[in-house]
T-cell receptor
Framework: GQQLNQSPQSMFIQEGEDVSMNCTSSSIFNTWLWYKQDPGEGPVLLIALYKAGELTSNGRLTAQFGITRKDSFLNISASIPSDVGIYFCAGQGTDSWGKLQFGAGTQVVVTP | SQTIHQWPATLVQPVGSPLSLECTVEGTSNPNLYWYRQAAGRGLQLLFYSVGIGQISSEVPQNLSASRPQDRQFILSSKKLLLSDSGFYLC???????????FGPGTRLTVT
């Protein structure tokens, strides 16, 4: 089956710094999604990507759908304390309509 | 606008007892519905999904079952809980041919 690798596992950054994380797949994805989860809550959708090469922003967040369709990147600029949480990538493959495969998550900790 | 509800929010049950978790969606019709389990705050495991009333697909053989008695209601059940059933259970929906999934607030289940 498809494998989805997300890195890094965790990041400790200072307020104001930029954050980058990525996901790679062993096979082609049609859709990439990025979620953020706060402790004890359900994941919240941040950005959805549907086309190879697509670059989409949501405030200080920017995500890209890789040209090879096997990877995606999420950048957070000028981090603030409320950026703390776990960020998940998710992808929908060519043979798994309606189902998403999730990365293991990137834990982001922001220090003042 | 669409909203998704889950209850209870938290549950502590003894081993061998039954389980029933409920998920309902408002503001949409004929959604795809999903049950996930999340252990230790990382990694979402798809348990069941449903594309319509009475239609359930199981992703992982386990001690759990799911039912969809109404269009916007999804229930997760067990006849006898195991210690390994402890975790954070998330319900999600998608619709309109789109692949974005939207999550509920989750149920924290502790089996003692």
């Amino acid at each position: 089956g498809q494998q989805l690798n997300q890195s890094p596992q965790s990041m400790f950054i200072q307020e104001g710094e930029d954050v980058s994380m990525n996901c790679t797949s062993s096979s082609i994805f049609n859709t990439w999604l990025w979620y953020k989860q706060d402790p004890g809550e359900g994941p919240v959708l941040l950005i959805a990507l549907y086309k190879a090469g697509e670059l989409t922003s949501n405030g200080r967040l920017t995500a890209q759908f890789g040209i090879t369709r096997k990877d995606s990147f999420l950048n957070i600029s000028a981090s603030i304390p409320s950026d703390v949480g776990i960020y998940f990538c998710a992808g929908q493959g060519t043979d798994s309509w309606g189902k998403l495969q999730f990365g293991a998550g990137t834990q982001v900790v922001v220090t003042p | 606008s669409q909203t998704i509800h889950q209850w209870p929010a938290t549950l502590v049950q003894p081993v061998g007892s039954p389980l029933s978790l409920e998920c309902t969606v408002e503001g949409t019709s004929n959604p795809n519905l999903y049950w996930y389990r999340q252990a230790a705050g990382r990694g979402l495991q798809l348990l069941f999904y449903s594309v319509g009333i009475g239609q359930i697909s199981s992703e992982v053989p386990q001690n759990l079952s799911a039912s969809r008695p109404q269009d916007r209601q999804f229930i997760l059940s067990s006849k006898k809980l195991l210690l390994s059933d402890s975790g954070f259970y998330l319900c999600a929906w998608s619709g309109g041919g789109a692949f974005e999934q939207y999550f509920g607030p989750g149920t924290r289940l502790t089996v003692t």
